[in-house]
């Protein structure tokens, strides 16, 4: 049996993004921390689908880095 590293709050290794035919994705833990705000905030986000996001399963959400990008672009307010 092979052992596991501890090194996350989840208790085993783990890879901050995934990387599937040119698809980066995040959890929520990474994408709060992308998007700089607190997890909280981005749970509320996700429930009033404020936020692009990909539902796997009724609990598991997951992000696309190139989504959140454009939905940064739509949001960025240019001086008048």
């Known amino acids: ?7 996350t709050d989840r208790g085993f ?5 995934v ?10 833990h990474e994408a709060a921390a992308y998007l ?3 997890i909280g905030t981005l749970r509320s986000m996700v429930c009033r689908k404020v ?3 990909v539902r796997i399963s009724p609990r598991a959400v997951t ?3 190139a989504d ?6 739509t949001r960025k307010v240019t001086p008048s």
């Open 13 to 17: 290794d783990s890879q901050p993004l």
């Open 36 to 38: 700089r705000v607190p």
């Open 63 to 65: 992000f696309e880095v």
């Open 51 to 53: 936020v692009p996001h």
């Open 68 to 73: 959140l990008d454009a939905w940064i672009a």
């Open 19 to 28: 990387q599937i035919s040119d698809h980066r994705f995040m959890n929520y």
């Open 1 to 7: 049996m092979k052992s596991k590293k501890l090194t």
